[in-house]
């Protein structure tokens, strides 16, 4: 554990949603839950549980579809915390909004306080520690987590305007140019206390057809409640291929085997992620890829900046990442 920080001393419960149908993450949701999908042969899920149980969360709340359900409370079964924290599951029935989905925790909330984030959002064990603490100090009605992003995703996101105070003055989802507030995002990671549920379970259902949290926070900010915004340096977004596909390459310093993947030693493999149970066959070149558990490439196979995966007839199916995102995000490889 980093020596800037150390255990939460209040007690705090932490929410991950992780039950949205992975629509934006297709053709490989398709073959492994959103959830599930690895991050240096690591289930993305599994990491943020492990962000949450290092600072001493007090119990996890999984809120998964009922198709995921047995799948991740096997895994965490087989791999429990490091610290045991206790997660509990609870289960979104219908695709209702993100609201609907943080609803589903209520019952299993023991603490005053609780930190929930989206199942497809990244933060480091610091910053989520320093976004709770930052709530702890002021107590608003609700903390969120911001990030300053470019001009061009901006328009994708939420623009937030604070003041000097770190208080939330307007939020305009997706805004148009002449909309923008700031440059600052709302990311999907909130602090609140347990009223919070009341207003969730009030709020009118969006025109589509969700209950939604900004929705939530839209009440709040028409009634001056309080709302405060912290920027933080590490939010990362995984909602699409391109975005797994990346998150893997910078976290992945090197490449990483699975001890289960059966490799030929004539193929050269560069910085590459290999999964589970996976077999790469003869003379291969492999660079900058991430391959997907149970994943055969056959012999005198070449391939640059992909993810490739077997799908459910074992063929090998590969999903290019273009030289445009490459460029987007200035990734060095």
Known sequence: MSAKFGFLKTPVDGVILAAGGGTRMRPLSYEISKPMLPICNKPLLALLAE????????????????????????????????????????????????????????????????????????????????????????????????????????????????????LIQKIVEKPSK?????????????????????????????????????TAFEVILKKNGSIKGIETPDWDHISTPDDLWRFNMIMCESSDFDTTAIISPSSTIVHSIIGYKSLIGNNCKIDNCLILPKTVIKDKQKFRNSILYSNSNNDLEIYQISEDYIKKYQITI
């Open 51 to 166: 962000r949450m149980d290092e600072i001493g969360m007090k119990s996890i709340i999984i809120i998964d579809s009922p198709s995921n359900f047995n799948f991740i409370k096997n895994y965490f079964k087989i791999h429990p915390l490091t610290r045991n924290t206790p997660i509990t599951y609870a289960i979104q029935k219908e695709a209702l909004g993100t609201a609907h989905a943080l609803l589903q925790a209520k019952d299993y909330i023991k603490c005053e306080f609780i930190f929930a984030m989206a199942g497809d959002n990244y933060f480091s064990s610091e910053t989520i520690f320093n976004l709770i603490n930052h709530h702890l100090q002021d107590v608003p009605e609700v903390t969120i987590a911001l990030k300053k992003v470019t001009s061009k995703e901006i328009i994708t996101l939420s623009s937030v305007l604070i003041n000097k105070r770190r």
């Open 178 to 214: 002449d909309e923008i507030l700031s440059l600052l995002a709302a990311t999907s990671a909130y602090t609140f206390d347990s009223s919070f549920f009341n207003i969730l379970s009030e709020i009118p259902i969006s025109i589509r057809g969700e209950y939604e949290i900004p």
